[in-house]
């Protein structure tokens, strides 16, 4: 709740499935599949609904953080392999307090040990935006076409919503949280391939949000005709006669049956 009494509620309206872990370079990025989407509803204190259209969403800010799927232990440091300090150093008192993980270790807490760095990458920051939703219906949302993660596992992403003060104050309340459902951050290797864009991404998309959106790829003829098959129907096929060219370099083509059974059809 803020200083004019309102209500925020923020809830996930698109939660990640996967993503493919991306690398340590800066513009080394792999979005999650579907972008996470939030949307925000402003109540006032008796319940009833705050007409977005009146609010100033410019000032409205949601950043994204990395947990385990437990939602209590964040996962917001990963070691760098290419920096990892060596065998003999790990016992020192520099890194005492360094809770890590498996292979690729994802570090729960460190006493600013310099072999990490964050795990989740990226647009972590969106702004709000005036948007109609697949029913027509105007909300305030929250996109995040533009984070990637650097481990692998399974995680959950928690979301912080807070208003940007109108006079200079260096503080910010967080006035509503929501966590994503778990997903899970494949290698390279095991990664399945990312899914179709969902009806909601396409909506924001024509809405001029930029959100990646996948090209559907058109049926070949071989699945057209499979697809005949499958109800019965045999579509037509013309027998066509190859064409070759021949060793002499002249262009030979089949029989004129075959041009006047074209021609005829």
């Known amino acids: 709740?803020?200083?004019?009494?309102?209500?925020?509620?923020?809830?996930?309206?698109?939660?990640?499935?996967?993503?493919?872990?991306?690398?340590?370079?800066?513009?080394?990025?792999r979005p999650m599949d579907p972008p996470p989407i939030l949307k925000l509803s402003v109540t006032n204190r008796d319940g009833t609904e705050v007409d977005v259209r009146q609010l100033n969403v410019s000032f409205y800010i949601a950043v994204a953080d990395i947990y385990d799927v437990d939602r209590r232990t964040a996962r917001t440091l990963v070691s760098n392999p290419s920096i990892l300090p060596q065998p003999e150093d790990i016992s020192s008192s520099k890194y005492l307090g360094v809770i890590m993980d498996s292979?690729?270790?994802?570090?729960?807490?460190?006493?600013?040990?310099?072999?990490?760095?964050?795990?989740?990458?990226?647009?972590?920051?969106?702004?709000?935006?005036?948007?109609?939703?697949?029913e027509n219906e105007l909300g305030i949302y929250f996109i995040f076409p533009d984070i990637s993660v650097r481990a692998e596992g399974t995680f959950t992403l928690k979301f912080s919503f807070t208003q940007l003060p109108f006079q200079m104050n260096p503080t910010f309340d967080v006035l509503a949280t929501a966590f994503s459902e778990p997903?899970?951050?494949?290698?390279?290797?095991?990664?399945?391939?990312?899914?179709?864009?969902?009806?909601?991404?396409?909506?924001?998309?024509?809405?001029?949000?930029?959100?990646?959106?996948?090209?559907?790829?058109?049926?070949?003829?071989?699945?057209?005709?499979?697809?005949?098959?499958?109800?019965?129907?045999?579509p037509k096929v013309l027998n066509i006669s190859s064409r070759f060219v021949a060793n002499d370099g002249q262009d030979s083509s089949g029989s004129e049956d075959d041009e006047d059974e074209l021609q005829s059809s």
Do not use: W
Not at 107 to 120: E, G, M, Y
Not at 198 to 215: D, E, H, M, V, Y
């Open 183 to 234: 997903f899970v951050s494949y290698s390279a290797k095991k990664f399945p391939g990312m899914t179709k864009s969902t009806n909601l991404s396409k909506c924001f998309a024509s809405q001029g949000i930029k959100i990646p959106i996948r090209k559907e790829k058109r049926a070949s003829a071989r699945s057209r005709v499979e697809e005949h098959a499958g109800d019965g129907s045999s």
């Open 103 to 134: 292979d690729l270790s994802v570090i729960t807490q460190s006493n600013s040990a310099s072999s990490t760095t964050r795990n989740l990458t990226g647009s972590t920051v969106s702004s709000g935006s005036l948007l109609f939703n697949t």
């Open 1 to 29: 709740m803020n200083s004019n009494g309102r209500i925020f509620t923020l809830t996930v309206v698109q939660s990640p499935a996967r993503a493919r872990m991306c690398g340590f370079g800066d513009r080394d990025r």
